[in-house]
């Protein structure tokens, strides 16, 4: 294999395994925040228990974002130096920003979030708990910036070949950004609503009867509720974006091969590059016509079109971002079905958690991590579907890469890889360990100083 | 020169990213230092250690990932040549860092009979991470070439370095640690204080040996009379540093901050010795920072920025450091730890 598409699968496993991570991070800092001030509110040790179970997950995911995100800022220079040296510009400030606005408040504050508890007045671990949240979103809203800047480049000029910057504004709120941002936060918290819900169900299932966990699942499932449908009304909203900025993408997304209208819904096929169309193709008549444009025999652009003269395409690989595309939205229909059937059941007699049969805790369980599939396979969809550019437009893949060696290259993918499959299997079994643990009545307590550790004790004795 | 953004502001990133560098190399020193003196300690003991640097790690590792920042925002064309020419040894240290990273959590969170196999995994982290980057050390001094002699003085300062790194750890410790783990980091700060020295030594030698010019920055009148009192320093510092380290741990924990202290001094003495050296070049006698600097227009979008947030970076880092000075003791989340009111050392524990 040569040094360009080793490079890709490295940056690829790369990237991937840091999304694991920030997707639990920026929406569980959230949730931690809701717990400690439910807490602060009614003084029910269950909330505080909750915090001190889920801030050890906070602790463990934020120790993998970080260390696989240092990594991935040395690959920008280790196996893509054409990338800075091409749009620096563009790219360097909105890291810089990254780095200074969100990086240093997190670190600084997580210390004091995880093990200050004794050591500060309780309003300032709240307010370091709030900052730490407030960090990770940041981050994300940086990183998108620039993300979204790559598929749907504005407010720059070209010098000689560089980018340089025209108009910070247009940079900053490029035409994806709004709906990429939105899109992945609500992602981020279908992800947590998920694993909450399904490491509570496993506590459950193993006898935990506790106050805490049956908050923590109601307040899990119920979050999933919400968040599902606001999902897919932004997905939608998503989708029309790149329809009219990165038209190819959604070509290849749909698997459609010729400009025009109607077009169907496709459910399953299998797109053959070679032959240029689709085999065993089964879908909705209308169904992607209607989607797209909201209207029953709309236009939906054809990857023929984007074919240059002597037959190099210059659209997407189909097959990934087809496939990616429908197991986000398979999956997505899965969260839904679940969610809205357990708060169904939860609200049927207003049995609250108690009318959960066991079967249902199962699936729950089976579903906890549901959401990294979700959140990978948008991303392949996204990031697949912008080539062959890596900035769209103005940068290509190829042209970015180094010239290190392939076998070097190998090397240090085949060292990544072994390292991020341990470290995976280490956190879901770590994850799986701690709710055994903390079900088998080794209580996760962890208490700010003064009046909140009083109530704790009154209400443990 | 200074009525001109394109000459002033390249300098100025190139003092930022110095900065930073020297703040990582002091803190994220000590702190790789102390794991790489892990398998010398007991079990006991590395929970303290651990503790220790717990709440500060991550913070301290971000100061790499500005300085690395700095370096692709300001100056993307050395990022691309430094980072490739370092391919391998950067891949080694991510590993290391990875690796010793996420150790710190999973040992705390794993069953126990796991948790000899992450404090190995800390161990080996800190280690690789140490010797990767002495070994870039060596390297870049060397102007990044590939030769055998290259990579003999990379292997060197490698050495020295980790050495170097387990001396700040241990004096580190001794800030922070009291009675027996005390006794021991005295013992281990004693035996690397020689990795600084010939670290230090090691690569003042090299560098103007292997260029002429800078050479002749230092041995020329008068620079060689501004420049004399950075090696009296140091010669003084680690003079110091060896008359105390014979006495301590002394009565009322006297004089424990003195070794981070002259350390510190030490790593920032030596990192502005290179930067003079090196000075004007950000990839050694080929790029100088005028001529691998992004567009003003970037580089003003940033300045304004860090003016703004680096203080209040520095005063949360402070903050932080301030909530946990004293005395390190153990971090965990399953007890309920009062912290003493002043005058009183109760410890209360409450079971459920």
């Not at chain 2, 692709?72 to 010793?100: D, E, K």
Request: include cysteine; hydrophobic fraction near 55%; proline fraction near 5%.
């Amino acid at each position: 294999m040569d040094t360009l598409l080793l490079s890709r699968i490295q940056f690829g496993a790369n990237i991937s395994f840091h999304i694991l991570f920030p997707t639990i991070t920026i929406a569980l800092g959230w949730v931690l925040l809701f717990f400690k001030l439910r807490f602060n509110a009614t003084r029910d040790p269950k909330w505080m228990e909750a915090y001190g179970f889920w801030v050890k997950v906070f602790a463990l995911s934020f120790a993998l974002g970080v260390v696989s995100g240092i990594t991935m800022s040395f690959q920008f220079g280790t196996n893509w130096p054409g990338f800075m040296e091409t749009v620096g510009n563009v790219a360097g400030p909105l890291l810089a920003y990254e780095v200074l606005t969100a990086f240093f408040l997190e670190a600084a504050f997580l210390g004091i979030m995880l093990f200050g508890a004794t050591r500060v007045p309780g309003w300032l671990h709240t307010l370091s708990t709030f900052l730490v949240a407030f960090g990770t979103t940041l981050s994300a809203f940086w990183i998108l910036v620039l993300n979204s800047w790559m598929h749907t480049p504005q407010g720059y000029e070209l010098r000689d070949g560089v980018v340089h910057a025209t108009d910070w504004m247009q940079i900053i709120f490029n035409p994806s950004m709004p709906y990429r941002l939105a899109h992945m936060l609500v992602a981020s918290g279908l992800t947590v609503a998920f694993l909450i819900a399904g490491l509570s169900a496993y506590r459950r299932l193993r006898g935990d009867r506790s106050a805490s966990v049956a908050a923590t699942l109601r307040f899990a499932l119920g979050l999933a509720a919400v968040l599902i449908p606001v999902q897919i009304f932004l997905g939608d909203l998503h989708g029309l974006n790149t329809l009219k900025y990165q038209p190819a993408k959604v070509a290849a997304m749909e698997g459609n091969w010729e400009t025009g209208g109607p077009r169907p819904l496709i459910l399953f096929a299998w797109p053959d590059e070679d032959k240029r169309e689709n085999l065993a193709e089964i879908g909705i008549p209308h169904g992607a016509s209607l989607i797209l444009t909201h209207s029953m025999d709309g236009s939906v652009p054809g990857l023929n079109d984007y074919v240059a003269a002597d037959g190099t395409a210059l659209h997407p690989p189909v097959a990934p971002v087809f496939y990616a595309f429908r197991i986000m939205i398979g999956v997505g229909v899965l969260m839904l079905l679940l969610s809205w059937t357990g708060v169904a059941l939860m609200r049927r007699r207003r049995a609250g958690v108690d009318g959960l049969p066991n079967f249902f805790l199962r699936v729950t369980v089976a579903m906890t991590f549901v959401g990294w599939v979700a959140t990978l396979a948008g991303w392949y969809t996204t990031e697949i579907g912008r080539q062959p550019w890596l900035v769209t437009g103005v940068l290509t893949t190829k042209e970015a890469v180094a010239t290190v060696p392939a076998p070097m290259v190998l090397g240090t993918l085949l060292a990544y890889l072994a390292v991020y499959l341990a470290l995976v299997l280490a956190y879901v079994g770590v994850l799986f360990y701690l709710a055994c643990k903390s079900a088998d009545g080794k209580p996760v307590i962890l208490m700010p100083a003064s009046s909140a550790a009083q109530v704790a004790v009154t209400a443990a004795e | 020169m200074f009525a001109d953004p394109a000459v002033w502001l390249p300098f100025v990133f190139a003092a930022l990213m110095g900065l930073s560098i020297v703040i990582y190399v002091v803190l994220d020193g000590f702190d790789l230092g102390v794991g790489v003196l892990f398998p010398f300690a007991d079990d006991h003991e590395k929970d303290l250690m651990v503790a220790s640097i717990g709440p500060f790690w991550d913070a301290n590792e971000t100061w790499l990932v500005l300085a690395i920042g700095l370096l692709l925002v300001a100056f993307p064309v050395a990022h691309g040549t430094i980072l490739t020419a370092l391919y391998l040894p950067v891949a080694i240290m991510l590993v290391g860092l990875i690796l010793r990273g996420v150790a710190f959590e999973f040992r705390a969170k794993a069953p126990s009979r796991q948790k000899a196999r992450w404090n190995w995994a800390f161990f080996a982290g800190s280690l690789m991470a140490s010797l990767a980057q002495g070994f870039m050390l060596g390297l870049y001094v060397l102007g990044l070439g590939h030769s055998w002699a290259a990579l003999g003085f990379g292997l060197l300062t490698a050495v020295f370095l980790t050495v170097g790194y387990s001396f700040i750890g241990a004096a580190w410790l001794i800030l922070k640690a009291k009675d027996d783990l005390q006794v021991k980091a005295v013992a281990w700060a004693r035996g690397g204080i020689w990795g600084l020295i010939l670290g230090l030594a090691a690569v003042s030698a090299a560098s103007p040996l292997v260029s002429a010019r800078i050479w002749e920055k230092w041995f020329t009148l008068p620079a060689m009379a501004w420049l004399a009192p950075l090696p009296i320093l140091s010669v003084l510092l680690v003079g110091l540093l060896w008359v105390v380290l014979r006495r301590l741990p002394m009565e009322r924990d006297r004089l424990s901050w003195v070794p981070f202290v002259a350390a510190t001094a030490l790593f920032v003495l030596a990192f502005l010795g290179l930067a003079y050296s090196f000075y004007p070049y950000v990839v050694p006698e080929q790029l100088t920072i005028y001529q691998a600097a992004s567009a003003p227009e970037s580089l003003w979008i940033i300045l304004i920025g860090t003016i703004i947030v680096l203080p209040m970076i520095l005063g949360y880092t402070a903050l932080s450091y301030v909530v946990f000075r004293g005395k390190a003791s153990l971090l965990t989340y399953d007890l309920i730890v009062q912290s003493p009111a002043p005058g009183e050392a109760v410890e209360t524990k409450l079971p459920r």
